[in-house]
């Protein structure tokens, strides 16, 4: 049984053992991540068909300044993991719903923006943008969004994000 034949097939059928084994210790063991699948991530987002609405107060164009408007997303794990790690997806639309009322990155990559002006118009210089204050707490991240605009403005908010765990959304104005 030592011919090279005999050695190739014995390298093969060992080769296939390991390969089983492998096998079976991942369908046993649960997994967060997998050389197939990367992270595993959970999506969360409300019920709700918007998160929230509100109509701005009116800001003259041609009068000079802006109004502003700051929201904070509270993303708020389910407890099933310490410091969990989430990534937003928020969708901001200004004036009605459809995806031309959506906000589009500028040709500068500088903001993202809706209208021109002097008509309706938004800035959003924060689109989800991480609180660093909120990175020492146990189960909550956060976000910001922040924008400036003039003229009359309603806007639509929808929240979701894909984290390492279930959690709640939530949003606050605080400007």
Do not use: H
């Amino acid at each position: 049984m030592d011919n090279p034949s005999s050695q190739l097939i014995g390298g093969v059928f060992q080769k296939r053992i390991r390969t089983a084994g492998r096998v079976g210790q991942e369908f046993k063991a649960p997994q967060v991540a997998s050389g197939a699948s990367g992270v595993l991530a959970y999506a969360s987002e409300n019920a709700t068909t918007w998160d929230r609405t509100e109509t701005l107060p009116y800001v003259d164009p041609m009068a000079g300044g802006f109004g502003e408007c700051e929201l904070i997303v509270t993303f708020t794990g389910d407890g099933s993991q310490e410091l969990p790690f989430a990534f937003p997806a928020s969708d901001l639309r200004i004036n009605g719903t459809a995806e031309a009322n959506m906000v589009d990155y500028d040709a500068f990559y500088t903001a993202w923006v809706y209208g021109a002006w002097p008509g309706d118009n938004v800035q959003a210089t924060d689109y989800d943008a991480p609180v660093v204050a909120s990175f020492t707490s146990t189960y909550q991240l956060q976000w910001k969004i922040y924008f400036t605009y003039v003229g009359n403005i309603t806007y639509y908010l929808k929240l979701r994000a894909r984290g390492t765990c279930l959690g709640v959304l939530t949003v606050a104005r605080t400007i």
